[in-house]
C-alpha cells in the first residue's frame, strides 16, 4: 500500500500541529510542504524544527513561485536556483526526500499566440541542463533529490512530458535529479500514462496526485487503477501527495482522498 500526503494548504488548522492531527485521522501518512521565494521556506526553519520534534512528518517541499529556472531573464534563473538550493537545505535539515519543481510555469506557451518563442529550442535545452545541474550538484551535497515535474503543454513549453524530462536527467547524468510526476499532467500530455510510468521507472522519484480536473481524486476520469498499478509494479516506494483543487466540502473533500486511492489499488 502506497504512503499518502496532502499538501499543507489543504489541511485544517492553524499549525502544522493541527494539520498534522487532521490528517492523520484522515489516513495520511505524511504532509507536503509548500515553499514560496524570498527565502521564505528557510524563515520556517524554527516552525518546521519544532513540528519534526512533535512528530509531524514532511518528507517533501513544492515549489510555489511565480518564476523558475528555466525563466526567459538570467536574473530570474539566477534567484529561481538560489531559491531552490535554499529549499534543498531546508528539507535535508528536517530530514526529508526532496524538493519538486517545474522547469517554469505560465511563461510561454506553444499552444497559444504568440506561438514563436523567445528563445530556441537549443537555448533552452541549455539553459535546462545548466539549471538541473547545478541544482542536482547542490541535492547530491545535501543528500536529498531534486524532482523536475513535467507540466502540461498549456503551461510550460519545455518539458511535457516523461520521455522529455528523462532525456534531460539521462544528461545531466546525477541520480539527485529525479523526474516528479503528477496525474494531472500525465493525462493530458502522456498517450498512456500508466505506460510512461513503466517505460521511465528508473527516472521517477516522487509522485502528485489529482484527477483529470485538477480537483481531488476521484472527482474526475482518470483511471486510476491502471496508474496506480503501474506504480505498484516498478516497486514505487514513495509518497502519493494530493496537490489538487478541492470540489464539494473542502474538508469532506480532503479527507477523502487516502480512503479513494486505497480502494483504486493504491
Known amino acids: 500500500m502506497f504512503k499518502t500526503a496532502a499538501q499543507e494548504q489543504l489541511l485544517p488548522g492553524d499549525t502544522l500541529q493541527q494539520k498534522w492531527e487532521f490528517a492523520q485521522a484522515a489516513g495520511y501518512d505524511a504532509i507536503e510542504l509548500r515553499a514560496k521565494g524570498d527565502l521564505h521556506f528557510a524563515s520556517r526553519l524554527p516552525e518546521l524544527k519544532q513540528a519534526l520534534a512533535d512528530g509531524v512528518v514532511m518528507p517533501t517541499v513544492c515549489v510555489e513561485m511565480l518564476h523558475f529556472f528555466g525563466a526567459f531573464d538570467p536574473d530570474l534563473r539566477r534567484d529561481a536556483i538560489e531559491q531552490m538550493k535554499s529549499q534543498l537545505s531546508v528539507i535535508a535539515e528536517i530530514g526529508g526526500r526532496g524538493a519538486q519543481t517545474p522547469a ?92 510512461s510510468v513503466l517505460k521511465y521507472a528508473d527516472y521517477i522519484g516522487h509522485a502528485q496526485v489529482s484527477d483529470s480536473n485538477r480537483f481531488q481524486p476521484g472527482a474526475g476520469h482518470l483511471d486510476w487503477q491502471a496508474w496506480l498499478s503501474a506504480l505498484h509494479a516498478i516497486s514505487y516506494d514513495g509518497y502519493l501527495a494530493a496537490e489538487c483543487r478541492l470540489t464539494g466540502d473542502p474538508v469532506d473533500a480532503v479527507r477523502s482522498i487516502p480512503g479513494f486511492l486505497r480502494g483504486a489499488g493504491a
Not at 505560465?106 to 530556441?120: C, H, T, Y
Not at 538541473?132 to 498549456?154: D, F, I, M, S
Not at 519545455?158 to 546525477?174: D, I, K, P, S, W
Request: charged residues 30%; aromatic residues 6%; glycine residues 8%.
Open 104 to 195: 517554469s510555469y505560465g511563461m510561454f506557451s506553444s499552444r497559444l499566440p504568440p506561438f514563436e518563442a523567445p528563445r530556441s529550442a537549443e537555448e533552452d535545452r541549455e539553459v535546462l541542463l545548466g539549471g538541473l545541474t547545478e541544482l542536482g550538484e547542490h541535492a547530491k551535497k545535501e543528500g536529498v533529490q531534486l524532482y523536475l515535474e513535467p507540466l502540461n503543454r498549456y503551461e510550460d513549453h519545455m518539458v511535457n512530458r516523461l520521455e522529455q524530462a528523462a532525456e534531460l536527467l539521462a544528461t545531466v547524468g546525477l541520480d539527485s535529479v529525479k523526474i516528479g510526476i503528477d496525474s494531472y499532467h500525465m493525462n493530458i500530455e502522456e498517450a498512456d500514462p500508466a505506460a
